[in-house]
């Protein structure tokens, strides 16, 4: 009985720290960067940290300058944004990221994402803007600032 | 039918050589039975008048000045096939139209009406329904969008479209509209020299009214009931706010008004009633707010980090949760001449203003900012207890934040 029972609390406890993606409650959320209530499926990202605490995005933009701006990237597990035009979420180290005037993004920067590579470069012929991967999009967003 | 035909033929000699335009009659049952049709065959300055009845139409293209002009109650119904009206033209004015069952997608915007590089157009007294986008503006100046009732369905779908969406516009009024089930009521993106007058916005998914980037605009004497939140101002510069009544946006993320990085605003005489927070502001500098009124809010003004020389003067805080909640250093903002309910001082000179400071930040609002759990304990004797004694010797709270000189009396009892 004994046993049972720490095996329970034990499970409990290591769900608790799970590091797992919970799903955005789109229209109730808030953007841990802007406040902003969270309503695009095409922009939205997240991030779970290591200990399992979750941020939630309105935007890639907002995503990508709160890892800027308090270098945190290496706290988190897993970070996410959305595949545009999918309505799912794709790790964002993997993902092109797409910058054009066409497709507007929550916070003005017109920024999208893509998990596969051909569809970011078939959306950039089709509407114009340049194509960047994860690490370039950082660069690009440090050059501005903040 | 040839009677028709050659009517139609005299109407069409006529609008050309002699310049004076008979309006153009549409109607299911007469010769021109489609909007389409109508487009068509219209000159730059024509009227088109379109009768009752129930067209099935969709994009429909407006590329040249005309007047479109509802009679009686026609409605347009999109069957939810993308945009129904798009306008390329200047000097547009379309009216007295019902528009319904816009398309709906994840990746273009479609509207009731879209209108780009529009100059001068005029929206008047039409009711879009089961609107996706309702008027989408972009890049277009002096217009009028008035008297309009805008819905959608937002409230069931996250991916709604906003009511009344303008991007890289100026000098447009936005008057006397009524807005509902939206995702923002009003979106201004890149909007300057504008003003969003007695409009309704409620019940809408985020925002009743939303500024993006959009300076030297002011809204004035407009409703926002029930939204995810009031109004958003964000990124934006000389902003007026008057005569503006804020009421019921409940939820955990939920404010009257959120300030996000705006400069050199003015928030007066405004009303703020059962909100959970009616001022959210963050990063804002030179802001003054006065003469408002806070009335049963959770937290009637939060100040978040980063804001500077606010003026908070002759506003009146009744029976709030919370006054104020506060982060950080004092700064030079000021919080002197208000009304406060919870004021226990007292008045001896009857000057009408009281003779001991009053202190708006209430220790247990910090702990319930770090633990919002704690929040169970707010009447408590012991929250009575921490709060009394934070009064008499500050410690976490600024000791400088204070009204220096509380007023006795409410401007309205």
Known sequence: MKRILLLMISSLTLLGCAVEVQPIDFGKAQCHFCQMTIVDRQHASQGVTKKGKQFQYDSIECLVKELLKNGTESDFAILLVSDYGQSKMVSASQATYLISDKIKSPMGENLSAFEAKDKAEATRKEHGGSTYTWDGLKQRFSKDGP | MRGVGSHLAVWLLLACTVGWAEPIEVSPSGSIPTIEAALTLAQDGDTILIHPGVYRENGLKIERPVTLRGVGDPVVDGEFKGTILSVSAPDVTIEGLTLINVGRSYT??????????SDRFTIRNNILEKAYFGLHVERSKSGLIEGNHISGEALEEADAGNGVHLWRCSGISIRDNVLQGLRDGIYLEFVDDSEVSANTSSDNLRYGLHFMFSDHNDYTNNTFKNNGAGVAVMFSKFIEMRNNRFSHNWGASSYGLLLKEIYDAEVIDNEFEQNSTGIQADGSTRINYLGNRFLRNGWAVKISGACYTNAFHNNSFEHNTFDLSYHGQLHDNSFDGNYWSDYTGYDLDRDGVGDV?????????????????????????????????????????????????????????
Request: hydrophobic share 40%; charged share 20%.
């Open chain 2, 108 to 117: 273009s915007e479609f509207a009731a009406i879209y209108l780009s590089h």
């Open chain 2, 357 to 413: 400071p009053y202190r708006p930040v209430k220790l247990f609002s910090y702990i319930v900012n770090r633990t919002p759990e704690t929040i169970i304990l707010l009447r408590s004797l012991f929250v009575d207890l921490i709060n009394f004694s934070e009064k008499v010797s500050p410690v976490f709270t600024p000791d400088n934040l204070l009204d220096n000189t509380p007023l006795m009396k409410g401007p309205v009892s």
